[in-house]
């Protein structure tokens, strides 16, 4: 997804004007993106979601009247083909763990994002998830300690995975895209979906994102 003739759409909700119209201008400036709407709190974002066509939600982690996880849970029942990302200047370990939970494929900073909003935007579209590396490695120490006694449970799903579903899912967890992915494997991208299809029902999870997860505790990544 993002070519020039079929931009990714983007629904932009975030209740400071400042940032609203960077984000904006960035993302009109990329031909393969497309801003299609905008919202300034969780009831206008709601009510957005349902109006608007589009692909990939950028969702302010504090709004005026809530926070981005109820806008979420709205969005995945409203448009569960989309993707989410979460923009917030801070970045509290817990938010993040409990954004991935409610199926974001991202969360970015704001302080040290700007300039790659269309890039995050496209990466989502296209199956990979956007994490700033920072993030990745304190939720990588989380898991590690939270996680601790589930390891022999994990070591016995690992084993169900094939060579080559580790190779992607390990992949996936660099960011890669589908498409990425069969480019440097010499297959499809129709093929890793295929595989990923796979992984997630021998991991039990759902989202790429928990995929991740997964990936970061069997430190595939």
Not at 27 to 48: C, I, K, N
Not at 124 to 152: C, E, M, W, Y
Not at 188 to 209: C, D, E, F
Request: aromatic letters at 6%; glycine letters at 6%.
């Amino acid at each position: 997804m993002g070519q020039e003739t079929s931009p990714v759409r983007v629904l932009l909700i975030d209740d400071d004007a400042h940032i609203r119209r960077v984000i904006a201008q960035e993302l009109m400036a990329d031909p393969r993106t497309l801003l299609v709407g905008q919202a300034t709190s969780v009831r206008e974002g709601r009510r957005a979601i349902r109006q608007h066509e589009f692909d990939v939600l950028l969702v302010d982690l504090n709004l005026g009247d809530g926070e981005a996880f109820e806008v979420l849970d709205f969005f995945r029942s409203v448009r569960p083909s989309a993707q989410a990302v979460v923009i917030s200047v801070m970045e509290n370990d817990e938010q993040v763990l409990r954004a991935f939970e409610l199926g974001a494929a991202g969360f970015v900073g704001k302080n040290s994002w700007f300039g790659n909003y269309a890039q995050t935007v496209l990466q989502v579209a296209n199956g990979g998830a956007s994490i700033t590396p920072h993030i990745a490695r304190r939720l990588l120490q989380r898991f590690d300690r939270a996680n601790a006694p589930q390891s022999k449970r994990r070591a016995d799903e690992a084993d169900k995975l094939s060579t080559r579903e580790k190779e992607i899912l390990r992949m996936v967890a660099s960011g890669y895209t589908s498409t990425e992915i069969g480019a440097r494997l010499f297959i499809s991208g129709m093929t890793v979906n295929t595989h990923l299809r796979n992984i997630y029902r021998k991991l039990q999870v759902r989202t790429r994102a928990q995929a991740v997860r997964f990936a970061s505790l069997r430190g595939l990544f």
